[in-house]
């Protein structure tokens, strides 16, 4: 299970970088088992680490102005370079669907051609400076037509490209969204087996698959968080995302409900493993990708 990490909300809790780094070292030296660290840090509007000092990063749409992709790619690793200087591991970007009103500058373009190539120097920038990418939201919201935080919608299979090429560059990630795919099931895309059978049997995808967040209020009003969970994993997938406990800021009522929610979740799992729901297997399979990210890029 992993959460989104969020320099905004942890405001509430520290006034500088400096305090930042001092928590984010303390987490990596606290733990006795291995840590990842990651951060939907996409550029934009979503420069989620904003401290003074911190890069503020061009949202992707701007990239697809700048014609020298020379340019552009050492943009990129200056970006990865300065989250690998403060222990990152893992970035929940790039955003890998076309453009559209909803997603706005967080998609790099409307031209499918575009989008591959600047979601392939994203990869490559990242990945050879030391950060883990995840390629999103996998099969594409390009033809969504209302916000998937608010509305689960049923979309056509389409602009698969941009994902074959993350693929073909080893992404370390693809994050599943959450939106309903004809001829896919009836339910959320991380939730269905076909669907995600056909990222890793048909498209071969040996890396780590992870949910979109599954505690967004378009799918906890109308599915059990449990359930989410269970069905996931069941469909395939690796990792699922949760709200981190922290994104609530100082009200600690709620941050014990976010808390006590994970738990459930992960109590949910194991009686469904214990049960024979979810093999043991797949189980150890996903832990040892994990592992094999965390080892490829920890923090020092």
């Known amino acids: ?53 911190f890069g503020e990063y061009l949202s992707n749409y701007s990239l697809s102005i700048i014609k020298n992709k020379n340019l552009v790619l050492e943009y990129v690793e200056l970006f990865a370079k300065e989250l690998k200087a403060h222990n990152l591991t893992w970035n929940l970007s790039p955003v890998s669907d076309l453009y559209n009103k909803t997603l706005g500058t967080r998609s790099f373009s409307k031209d499918e051609n575009e989008v591959v190539q ?10 050879s400076n030391g950060i883990a990418t995840s390629a999103k939201h996998f099969p594409g919201l390009g033809n969504t037509i209302s916000d998937s935080h608010h509305n689960i919608q049923k979309i056509q299979l389409l602009n ?4 074959i090429k993350a693929i073909e560059d080893n992404v370390e990630v693809i994050m599943i969204g959450n939106v309903i795919v004809d001829g896919y099931g009836d339910n959320p895309a991380f939730m ?8 890793k049997d048909t ?40 709200e ?19 738990n459930r979740v992960v109590e949910a799992i194991l009686k469904s493993v214990k049960d ?14 994990v592992y094999g990210m965390y080892k490829e890029y920890k923090s020092n």
Do not use: C
């Open 276 to 289: 024979g729901i979810i093999n043991e297997e797949s189980i150890n399979i996903s832990a040892k990708k």
């Open 1 to 53: 299970i992993t959460g989104e990490f969020s320099g905004r909300i942890l405001k509430s809790d520290f006034n500088t970088l400096h305090d930042l780094d001092l928590y984010i070292r303390n987490l990596i030296n606290a733990n006795l088992k291995p840590i990842i660290i990651n951060v939907n840090q996409e550029g934009g509007r979503l420069n989620t680490i904003d401290y003074k000092g």
């Open 203 to 242: 498209l071969n995808f040996n890396g780590l698959v992870v949910t979109e967040n599954i505690s967004m209020p378009a799918l906890i009003e109308k599915y059990s968080i449990e359930n989410m969970a269970i069905e996931s994993i069941k469909s395939g997938v690796d990792l699922i995302m949760l």
């Open 160 to 163: 698969l490209k941009p994902f």
């Open 244 to 262: 981190p406990d922290f994104s609530r800021g100082n009200n600690k009522d709620s941050q014990l409900e976010l808390i006590n929610r994970r």
């Open 192 to 199: 269905s087996k076909e669907l995600v059978s056909l990222l």
């Open 118 to 127: 600047l979601v392939s120097l994203f990869i490559n920038g990242f990945q």
